[in-house]
């Protein structure tokens, strides 16, 4: 029998969960372009892109998903030829490698694997090893979020540092911005991109490349007119803040996501994600005492606060996630880049959730897991209830 009539829940690793008051401010008639609100808005929304980085830098605002964000950060690096080391911990640090190389860039993977994140001494030591200074970038995923691998990003920047390396450090925050502590100055980031629905709880349409004085020296004798992020950061006339006409919805969207953000204050947002992060851990930890489940990635301390990837057994993922979905209105992320992919499932749990929703997430596994046949420890929804409840 479905159960699955209701509000249906999308808890995958983006889009995440639009919040109604980002709607209903995206439910209005086309603004006026060429002066007016829309000019405020969008000059209202630039610092706060910024303090949601943690950075005096500057931002770079294009209408494309994470993929366009990506190649805007090449391209104003890069030159053909030139070579970056991808640091790669699942799907998402090969994909970034892969633009890379279809835009003509030269590129060499270090693969840290699918369940660890990066290893900074093997970091160091290839750096230290490109004694010519042929790298001119290192690409990084924050969070792989096929895997919910973190990687220590202020190791890294130490692993540059001592190799006296003056490659720039590049940061994919996509799925972690919003979601897991991040500080762009702090930490030593030259350049990072994100992207507007997933941490920023915003539909898919928008991204973002935040950069230094240090990354836009870099900037090739050549860079397209479009992807060009000077324009963009310091425009002349409103037109050149999206090389043409603006995304106007998204942009009042943004503006009351990121006052969501403000009002609840960075900090606890990032310090409420960890609290239900850790009660969907709880639970899984209890499930895992029997039978084939298991988190993907064993140290707490390396696990995102935005996306968890957990194993079962070959089938069981795409099992679960079936009965989730048509009977109990609960979509779960696929095992995105895994082998078998059928064996995992992944739990976005980014943006706008809260202690109820998680609760609904674990005891809706609890019961997928006795639907499907899926032996596992009992006692998780008292797990998770008492990491809630200790907050
Ligand atoms: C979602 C995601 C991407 C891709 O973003 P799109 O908007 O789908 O292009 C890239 N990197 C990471 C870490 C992501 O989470």
Redesign the pocket.
Known sequence: MSLSFGRSYLAI??PSVMPDAVLRAMHRASPNIYEGELHDVTASIVPDLKAVARTAGHVAIYIG????A?EAALANVCAPDDLVLVCATGR?GH??GEMARALGLAVEVMDFGQTDPIDADKLEQRLRDDTDGRIKAVLV?H???STGVKSDVPKLRTALDSAGHDALLMV?C???LGCDDFAMDEWGVDVMVA?C??GLMTP?GV?FVWFNDRADARQPARVSGYWNWRPRASPAQFYQYFAGTAPTHHLYGLRVALDMIKDEGLDQVHARHAVLARALWAACDVWATQGPLCLNVADPAHRSHAVTSVRIAEGQGDALRRWCEHTAGLTLGIGLGRQPESAYFRVGHMGHINAQMMMGVVGTLQAGLIATGTPHGAGALDAAAAVMAAG
């Not at 998903?65 to 366009?68: D, I, K, L, Q, V």
């Open positions: 690793p983006g998903n994470g993929h366009a990506w998402f994909g970034w995923c969070v792989d979020t994919d996509i799925a972690s992207a629905q997933k898919a991204s």
